[in-house]
């Protein structure tokens, strides 16, 4: 993982080997921490899927749509809203591969500053 | 984040200001200012954010805010010398629940709390040490305090509606970034992962590839070809008001001792304090009711406040009526009153003029009615809370 931060914001950069099975359906889940507001979206063979504004269980590929040897594209951004704290954080959960995956991230920022979480998750057998 | 005032006033006794007089004169009919000293103000009963400064009569420059354990245990070791004696000038707040990172709570989980998260998320701690006595008899003064609220009410559903809209506009926004980023990574990842062969390779490719894109977002963020919209959704940001509406009720306590000598076994109990602060705010009407208790360690000027408020706002100015009474124990001179109309109007977003008229504290005294005029200039250019309007 690498933080980059550009033009006053922090840049969550990370990228993921996700293992998949032949026949999975994977879906993913992205809950946005520490009682901030923020929205993700994600690509995925070429297509972009906006969140609404994140994602609860929400399916990658359809049932029977391979996934190994494809790669998602994952973004989020994040923005302090809270007097209490200035901390934000991101978990992505990936379920329907081998094994159920949690990749939590976090960073602070400045009063009412923002954050964006670039994750890439690659799918592999 | 900050509990400082959210705004400063500059109040003008009427007799000062010539023009302005003359308009309140005939309003009120009297000329008196405000009292001086004697009972606090309506305001200067609330509940205080820290009790211990106000227990202790000390308006602290700076205040030790940790936002993490380890920086707690650091402020109290630093000022005490590893715990060896009493700090001197020092003062600290800090919110305990707010000290630990909590990801896996969602704003939505804040929207209602019951009693227990309530005080779970708003207590606080707070602590001031002052130099009270003098360079010949040095006396230091150390104030412990806690403050909480039993009762949050809850983000009114124009709030929630608002979050949910700028939650949407980021998601849309990130969708935009990731679209422009996609083809480009895709290019990467052929480049970089497609010739390593063992699992060593793959992973030290990934490295490289965090590291590629890294470079790639920060070439194409500063081209402004990514996050065009960051100015307008930072801008939205700072739109959001995360204020709560509808029962609120803040609980507070202190304890001050002095220490003669700043030796931490002289130390003796001085004074200590209770404030009660219960509100109902709803969007354009408000009441703010309070008690307040101050003990001294003799028992002999203790002292009872309570005071109440109703608040009606609208628009660009805002009306309320005042009410505070206050017993001293051991006073001939009997119970005190005050009460007072206000009236705020917005000039701009920074700059309220104010105007407060009524009976002040002693009715025998000279200067007994209230006539003041003042400016309320927000300085400090955070979100308008409007005073009075809940804790």
Known sequence: MIVREIRGIPHVIDSRFYQVKKNSQVTITVEVGDFQAGGTSYSWKGRTVIGNPNFTGHPVNGPGEPISGTTMHCLTKVTDMRPETNQTSVTYTLEGGVQEGSYPYGIEVVEDGMANYQITFIFTE | ?391
């Open chain 2, 1 to 391: 984040m900050n509990r400082i005032p959210r705004h400063r006033a500059f109040t003008v006794p009427l007799q000062r200001t010539v023009a302005t007089g003359v308009a309140w004169l005939l309003v009120t009919g009297t000329i008196a200012s405000a009292q001086d000293e004697g009972p606090a103000d309506f305001n200067g009963l609330r509940t205080p954010s820290s009790p211990a400064f106000v227990l202790l009569g000390v308006e602290p420059s700076s205040v030790e805010r940790p936002n993490t354990p380890s920086d707690f245990a650091a402020s109290i070791l630093s000022a005490s010398s590893n715990l060896s004696s009493l700090p001197k000038d020092f003062a600290l707040e800090t919110s305990p629940y707010w000290l630990l990172g909590h990801p896996r709570r969602s704003w939505r989980d804040d929207i209602k709390r019951n009693v227990l998260k309530s005080i779970e998320r708003t207590f606080t701690l707070s602590a001031a040490t002052a130099e009270l006595g003098t360079s010949d008899a040095p006396v230091r003064g150390l104030a412990v305090s806690g403050r909480m609220s039993l009762f949050s009410g809850r983000v009114p559903d124009s709030t929630v509606k608002q979050i949910e809209q700028f939650e949407q506009a980021l998601a849309a926004s990130a969708a935009a970034d990731i679209e422009r980023l996609e083809p480009t990574f895709a290019a990467l990842q052929r480049q970089l992962l497609a010739p390593a062969r063992t699992k060593e390779d793959s992973l030290a490719a990934l490295d490289r590839y965090t590291e590629a894109r890294g470079d790639l977002i920060a070439q194409l963020t500063e081209s402004g070809e990514l996050g065009a919209d960051t100015e307008v959704l930072r801008d939205e940001a700072t739109k959001l008001v995360t204020a709560r509406e509808g029962f609120l009720m803040d609980l507070a306590g202190g304890v001050a001792w002095s220490a003669p000598s700043a030796a931490l076994d002289s130390a003796d109990l001085d004074r200590w304090g209770v404030w009660v602060t219960g509100s109902y705010t709803m969007p354009q009407v408000s009441f703010v009711g309070m008690a307040r208790y101050l003990g001294v360690a003799d028992g002999e000027d203790d002292a009872v406040d309570i005071g109440a408020r109703l608040i009606y706002t609208r628009d660009r100015y805002a009306v309320s009526a005042e009410y505070v009474g206050r017993h001293v124990t051991e006073d001939a001179a009997g119970d005190q009153w005050r009460l007072a109309g206000v009236i705020e109007y917005r000039v701009s977003p920074d700059l309220w003029i104010n105007g407060t008229f009524g009976r002040s504290y002693d009715d025998e005294a000279r200067g007994s009615l209230l006539a003041q005029l003042g400016l309320s200039l927000n300085l400090s250019k955070q979100r308008y809370e409007l005073a009075g309007a809940g804790p």
